[in-house]
């Protein structure tokens, strides 16, 4: 039935297990079912809402300010498919502040209004935050209505009712739907982003299966044209392109189901000799390609301040992260080396084949959180295309 809520109230978060938060609604008008999860990142706002791998997800922003850089057409990491398939709702303690940065185009709440976004502020973020720690990423609607009207039980219902991401492949609504090339490079202060090289050291491949801008602009700064091709692109449509390498790109959904069609083909240009490095989803689905299995976590990894170690070199980094599965490290097999792991949980981060030019990671090197401490992992991709070559 429909109720009125506390006066004021426009924006509500309903949580399948019969639970309400209510607020102030932000941004765009109607409603939302997903996977809420929280996101510790202090800045990068507009990446994360932009981000395909929190396609079906609310985020739940644990820094408390967040709209004080307004938004802009250059902070966009959605490449491909509609607004709809990457993040669908926003959670904040506070309304978001007004803008004061000479790269803003308009304000965080207008801006989410035109992408479908649909927000919440007024809530108490750390009070949910813990609830996900302890109970794990619940299913919920999040609406937002002027009038502050709701049918909270439809709403709970609607919450109860939807799947979730286990087994669900989303990689093909992010995908492209055809093939493309990219060779804008990164950004550097009092430059902008990099123009196109002259001709490209390298020809990559890019199997989309909801890559992030700045993957491509790395790729172009270590001297690479991507071509960037549909995530149901099969492994004889991608050597036909007599690639230096190949990349497989970070995603939203249950690697295993997206596996179901991309994991043949994965094993094909692993056969094959050809460099191939893994971003995220791509990690997880290469690492189910060589033999590994997967597993859904309780609050996944999202936010700019997570600690990696590379033990290849012993070196501790600050990565950005965005992943609600993980590879389960107990079933990594021979020949396969453990290269990264998280020294939050300890859950894997990386593997390398000991045999091939074959490598991925689980965290995300194009980020640059602040630090760029794993921009390397470009030049080493950059490597092993040098030695097949």
């Excluded at 803003?104 to 949910?128: H, K, N, P, Q, Y």
């Excluded at 083909?265 to 033999?291: N, R, W, Y």
């Amino acid at each position: 039935m429909s109720r009125d809520l506390l006066p004021g109230a426009t924006g509500v978060l309903a949580l399948a297990d019969g639970t309400v938060l209510q607020g102030v609604g932000v941004g765009a008008v109607g409603e939302a079912v997903g996977e809420v999860c929280f996101n510790t990142a202090m800045s990068g706002y507009q990446e994360i809402l932009t981000d395909p791998s929190y396609m079906a997800q609310i985020v739940t922003f644990t820094f408390p300010h967040v709209g004080n850089v307004g938004t802009n057409l250059e902070d966009l990491e959605q490449v491909s498919g509609s607004a709809s398939t990457a993040a669908r709702g926003a959670i904040f303690r506070d309304l978001p502040t007004r803008p004061a940065s000479w790269r803003s185009d308009v304000d965080l709440g207008t801006w989410m209004a035109r992408r479908g976004v649909i927000g919440l502020a007024g809530v108490d973020t750390r009070a949910l935050t813990k609830r996900i720690r302890e109970h794990g990423m619940p299913h919920a609607v999040i609406a937002h209505y002027a009038d502050g009207k709701f049918d909270l039980d439809a709403l709970i219902e609607r919450a109860r009712a939807w799947t979730g991401l286990v087994g669900l492949d989303l990689a093909k609504d992010a995908s492209c739907l055809q093939p493309f090339v990219w060779e804008e490079g990164l950004w550097a202060w009092g430059e902008g982003y990099a123009k196109p090289p002259g001709r490209p050291k390298y020809e990559v491949v890019v199997v989309d299966y909801g890559v992030k801008r700045n993957i491509l602009r790395a790729l172009a700064s270590i001297g690479a044209r991507a071509t960037v091709v549909p995530a149901t692109t099969t492994a004889e449509e991608i050597l036909a392109r007599k690639p230096d390498g190949v990349l497989l790109s970070n995603g939203p959904g249950d690697p295993a189901a997206t596996g179901e069609y991309a994991v043949p083909e994965i094993k094909k240009l692993v056969d094959s000799g050809t460099p191939v490095f893994g971003i995220c989803l791509g990690h997880q689905m290469l690492s189910l390609a060589l033999g590994a299995k997967t597993v859904k976590m309780e609050q996944g990894h999202h936010g700019a301040n997570h600690p990696v170690k590379d033990l290849t070199t012993g070196k501790v980094e600050i990565v950005s992260m965005n992943h609600g599965f993980t590879v389960d490290r107990d079933t990594l097999p021979a020949p396969v080396v453990e290269t990264h792991v998280s020294l939050f949980d300890g859950t894997n981060a990386g593997i390398a084949l000991a045999d091939r030019p074959v490598f991925s990671v689980q965290h995300h090197p194009e980020a640059s959180p602040g630090p760029t401490d794993s921009l390397y992992l470009f030049d080493r991709f950059a490597g092993l295309m040098d030695r097949a070559k």
